[in-house]
């Protein structure tokens, strides 16, 4: 049974470009949730996606946006990219929007320079 | 909104017992999940408490008390593979979760 898989494991990219994350979650869930995680800090929540649909979002700019497909993957665009972006982005999948029990990916690395 | 505190570092040595406390804002509170993540990691969920009291899985226990707006993740018999961030995190019912702001424990032989 394969766990959440996202994709690219690493990324550098340069400020001001655009990069999209990509996650495919745990067989039978239907939820997705991105969190940012920097160094040494807790992921932060920037949104949740269930049927299709952005159903919460934490305090994360409009930069940030997302999509989910009728598969249940996901998709993480971040646009006009800032240094402070550097980070490890995180997918976790769950199943209808359950908030116990999150499977996480491995996460993205992605570096901004 | 939800925050919730951890002590950001913990040392405890090979066999020893350990326990990483979770402190929390009330305001928006559900349920008391902790989480571990090893050093390039994927968290992985480890407990959920949804009401007072203590739940035991193994050699990790999780305790929360609503009345104190704290918790705590008890690890027994230490190994050296516990060595890890932990992670208390604000969860249950259909509201976002929100992490705290991790604790990383250093078992030492």
């Known amino acids: 049974d394969a766990g959440v898989t996202q994709s690219p494991t690493h990324l550098i990219k340069t400020r001001g470009q655009q990069v999209t994350l990509r996650c495919s979650p745990k067989?039978?869930?239907?939820?997705v949730s991105w969190y940012q995680q920097a160094l040494g800090q807790g992921p932060q929540f920037i949104f949740q996606?269930?049927?299709?649909?952005?159903?919460q979002r934490g305090n994360f700019p409009d930069r940030f946006s997302g999509h989910q497909f009728p598969n249940y993957s996901s998709e993480l665009n971040v646009n006009a990219l800032l240094l402070g972006d550097s980070a490890l982005y995180l997918c976790?999948?769950?199943?209808?929007?359950?908030?116990?029990?999150?499977?996480f990916g491995s996460g993205t690395r992605l570096t901004v320079v | 909104g939800q925050s919730l505190e951890q002590p950001s570092e913990v040392t405890a040595v090979e066999g020893a017992i350990v326990q990483i406390n979770c402190t929390y804002q009330?305001?928006?509170?559900?349920?008391l999940s902790w989480y571990q993540q090893h050093d390039g990691g994927a968290p992985t969920f480890l407990s959920y408490?949804?009401?007072?009291g203590l739940e035991e899985t193994g050699r990790f226990s999780s305790f929360l008390s609503r009345s104190d707006s704290y918790g705590y993740l008890l690890l027994q018999e230490l190994q050296m593979k516990d060595s890890a961030s932990y992670f208390c995190?604000?969860?249950?019912?259909?509201?976002?979760?929100?992490f705290g702001t991790g604790t990383k424990l250093q078992v030492i032989p």
């Open positions: 976790a999948s769950s199943f209808s929007r359950t908030g116990v029990g999150y499977t």
């Open positions: 067989s039978g869930h239907d939820t």
């Open positions: 996606y269930y049927e299709e649909e952005e159903r």
């Open positions: 009330t305001s928006g509170f559900y349920g």
């Open positions: 408490n949804g009401l007072d």
């Open positions: 995190a604000n969860s249950g019912g259909y509201q976002k979760v929100t």
